[in-house]
């Protein structure tokens, strides 16, 4: 029997909302440049490229505050170079960063606070393990989730990263517990399954829009499932 679930945050309990592309066009409005979401959206997929390649390449940007930010403020500058803005570029880059530490930008999945609480009514210890910036504890306090986890662990702030095995290994001594008594949720299976089975820790992975077929772990489809999978 569990007695811990640890959740990763993006795309499992938390999505950015509006999107970037609406943030950026708003933001860059703002500092009194003529853009639309539409001159913005066209240049997205490159911005993701970019993101993979990099991540690929040295994922471990994530173990530090100043590099994990710089690694949003580099994909803006490419927004704001597509867009054909050249002046005020590392203003216009940070006050896009800043607009995600707001509450307001980010929506809870419409699963997660009957989860939260089915699982903490059954006694369940819960905390979070995500690739995050520094940043991660004040947000989930803004959003008013901080209440429901034992422990919020970012990996900007411990130096450790998913699937490293030492991230999970810190969450559970910070938790005093076991990794068979321990269940890790997220929604990738290469960073959150692959991690939590090096550690131990069952994996579960959240497929909301069913398009992990290959996926080795088991799996849900929403987050309110745990409460009986459990």
Known sequence: MAEAVFFDVGQTLIFA?????????????RMGHAITVRDVEPCMADVDAYYQSEYLRDGDFWCVHERAVQIWLDMYAMMADYCGIRDGVP???????DEYLLPENWTLYPDVEACLQGLKRRGFR????????????????????LPYFDEVIASAAVGY????????????????????????????????????????????????????????YEKIPVLTDLV???
């Open 161 to 216: 990263r998913k699937p490293d095995r030492a991230i999970f290994e810190i969450a559970l001594e910070r938790m005093g517990v076991k990794p068979g008594d321990a269940v890790h949720v997220g929604d990738l299976p290469e960073a959150d399954g692959v991690g939590a089975e090096r550690s131990g820790i069952r994996p579960v992975i959240i497929d909301r829009n069913s398009v992990l077929a290959d996926c080795p």
């Open 91 to 97: 203003e216009l880059c940070q006050a896009v960063y």
């Open 228 to 230: 009986s999978l459990l």
């Open 126 to 145: 819960l905390g979070v393990v995500s690739n995050w910036d520094a940043t991660l504890e004040n947000l989930f306090r803004s959003l008013g989730l």
């Open 17 to 29: 909302d509006p999107p970037v592309p609406e943030v950026f066009a708003r933001v860059a409005a």
